[in-house]
């Protein structure tokens, strides 16, 4: 990328970390200034900048075949969009909606709260504490704490509401234990409807019925900004003509992720090159909307999920991982989902990053797995699962055979059924890498890899077990605008820019790590609800 093509608003939409090493080498001085573009910039921006095209800053639209007058315009009719509505509405505003879609669209089925009647006040801090740390301290904490403080209600109402629709929540409780506290964590869960929408349109149907107006096929294309760069209303396209959506109180964007953007994806997470992609309408569009009304991006890289091997299958002990050819290939204590797509980045590579089955491997466990797993839990409460929500492994499901020359062919055929490509395991292979394994159990010192002499269990004896494992499929990025504790956007300055907030995935910095963390299952779907929840309520307020 050529630094010198950027104008200075070009700079400030970069944000945080990416604003600041090009700020470092750019020939542009005192990029300390307003966001605020000369006609002659403007002019030569589409042709002269050579970054990603979405960092260009489009020609104002100004002409509209409609204007549409509301306190409160919610951009995005997903999770954390029709929490906002409902919110707002409650609170007495004038609220739309304009979505991108037919209808109202999510995905996911659980989503997570903390059980505030149970947990103490030490457990409430415990758990921000503990998502910072999963989030390799980059969360902020006051994001995490309104969801801490706020999702009780939150996730309560939307299983009340969709319940009125019809759409009744099954609900999951666990316990975390974390600094010596016990947090207790309630969740909805919706895995036995069909498909992934159900309570989400529900939501939207009642909602409308007590007065939001929901616009569809309405996406959102810009933001309307004043003189003193506040942000005035939310441009949107119907066909060949757009619409105005005035929003005296405030613009409240829940568009999302940008996963289904591969320019955006490139530039934001490029690690997640190769996987699968999860949706085909997180397209960034607001997030980019955002920026150009002066909104600045939380410093990539951003937090990737990418966790979704099926339930019957999800395993996660530290036992024997083999490749697609049948050699070991890492110390398996992390043997966590979310995290393993790391360390098949250069399987993907090798296949030119065209096939996301590549990033598949299988686990060989011994046939009493089950005599380690509490020992092994109370240890290493955060590593170790056999359980995707309520929802306990299988075996039933797993590959099976009594030798280990079968187990090959097993492996070779399921490989075969499922389309992945790379499964090649010769039976010569397989024994070589079980015996040497075993022999390393044998010494209890691990001289391949250096696991923990605990966990270094033989693979011995029927039936053996090969289980397919790693996730493959992207189905979200948790990196967006940066935002204050209000929820609001702000500017390149740090300050709170007038009338836009951004909630859910459109917004950043309550993730942080590499990876998202799936120590409390639903959460980032918790959080999406909780802070359109949040911002609704607050920006009625106003
Ligand atoms: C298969 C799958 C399963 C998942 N399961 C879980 C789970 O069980 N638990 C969990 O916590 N997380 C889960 N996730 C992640 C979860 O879906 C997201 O984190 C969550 O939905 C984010 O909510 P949101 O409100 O930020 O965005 P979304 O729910 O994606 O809503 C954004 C909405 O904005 C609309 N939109 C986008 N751009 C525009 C525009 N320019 N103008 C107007 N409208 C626009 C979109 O159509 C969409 O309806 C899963 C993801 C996938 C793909």
């Known amino acids: 990328m050529s630094n010198a093509n950027f104008s200075r608003r070009d700079l400030f939409k970069l944000g945080g970390i990416a604003a600041a090493s090009v700020a470092a080498t750019s020939a542009l001085a005192g990029c300390g200034q307003p966001a605020v573009r000369s006609e002659e910039t403007q002019a030569s921006a589409a042709t002269a900048v050579s970054g990603p095209s979405f960092l260009v800053a489009p020609e104002p639209i100004t002409e509209f075949a409609e204007t549409h007058d509301y306190e409160v315009v919610v951009v995005g009719a997903g999770e954390s969009g029709v929490s906002a509505v409902h919110s707002a509405l409650a609170a007495g505003a004038r609220v739309a909606c304009v979505q991108n879609a037919a209808a109202a669209q999510s995905t996911g089925n659980m989503a997570a709260c903390i059980d505030l009647d149970k947990t103490s006040e030490a457990a409430i801090q415990a758990c921000i504490s503990f998502i910072n740390w999963k989030s390799d301290y980059r969360s902020d904490r006051d994001l995490v704490e309104i969801w801490a403080r706020n999702s009780q209600e939150a996730i309560a109402w939307w299983a009340e509401t969709a319940a009125k629709g019809g759409v009744e929540a099954k609900y999951h409780d666990a316990v975390l234990p974390y600094n010596g506290y016990d947090i207790y964590l309630h969740a909805n869960t919706y895995f036995h409807t069909e498909g992934h929408n159900a309570s989400v349109v529900a939501i939207a149907e009642q909602l409308e019925a007590d007065g939001a107006e929901f616009f569809y096929l309405m996406p959102c294309v810009q933001l309307q900004t004043a003189e003193d760069g506040s942000v005035t209303g939310v441009i949107c396209k119907s066909g060949d003509e757009y619409h105005l959506f005035t929003a005296s109180k405030g613009v409240i964007l829940a568009t999302g992720d940008y996963s289904s953007n591969a320019e955006m994806l490139d530039y934001y997470a490029p690690d997640c090159k190769g996987f699968r992609l999860a949706t085909d309408f997180r397209d960034g569009t607001g997030m980019v909307a955002g920026m150009n009304a002066g909104a600045i991006m939380t410093p990539h890289t951003h937090t990737k999920m990418i966790h979704g091997e099926p339930a019957p299958t999800r395993l996660e002990m530290p036992f024997l991982f083999i490749t697609q050819q049948g050699e070991r290939f890492m110390d398996e204590t992390c043997c966590r989902q979310g995290y393993l797509n790391n360390f098949v980045r250069k399987n993907l590579a090798e296949g030119g990053f065209s096939d996301p089955s590549l990033a598949k491997f299988f686990m060989l466990a011994p046939a009493n797995w089950q005599d380690f797993y509490e020992d092994w839990k109370a240890e290493s409460p955060y590593d170790i699962s056999m359980f995707n929500g309520p929802t306990p492994v299988n075996p039933e499901r797993w590959i099976q055979a009594d030798t280990l020359e079968e187990l090959a062919d097993a492996i070779n055929a399921y490989g075969q059924e499922s389309k992945w490509a790379g499964v090649s395991v010769d039976a010569a292979t397989l024994k070589a890498t079980v015996e040497r394994y075993n022999e390393l159990c044998a010494k209890g010192a691990d001289d391949d890899f250096g696991k ?14 090969a289980i397919p494992r ?8 948790l990196g967006g605008l940066v935002v204050d504790k209000n929820h609001q956007c702000l500017n390149a300055e740090f300050q709170p820019i007038k009338g836009l907030y951004a909630v859910g995935n459109a917004s ?3 993730f942080g790590g590499v ?15 909780t802070g359109g929840y949040y911002a609704g309520k607050l920006v009625a307020s106003l």
């Open 508 to 510: 950043g910095q309550f």
């Open 470 to 477: 790693g996730a493959n499929m992207l189905p979200a990025i």
């Open 515 to 529: 990876d998202y963390p799936m120590d409390i299952e639903g959460l980032s779907i918790g959080r999406a609800i």
């Open 452 to 465: 923990a002499a605990k966990y270094l269990v033989p693979i011995e004896g029927g039936p053996y077990y």
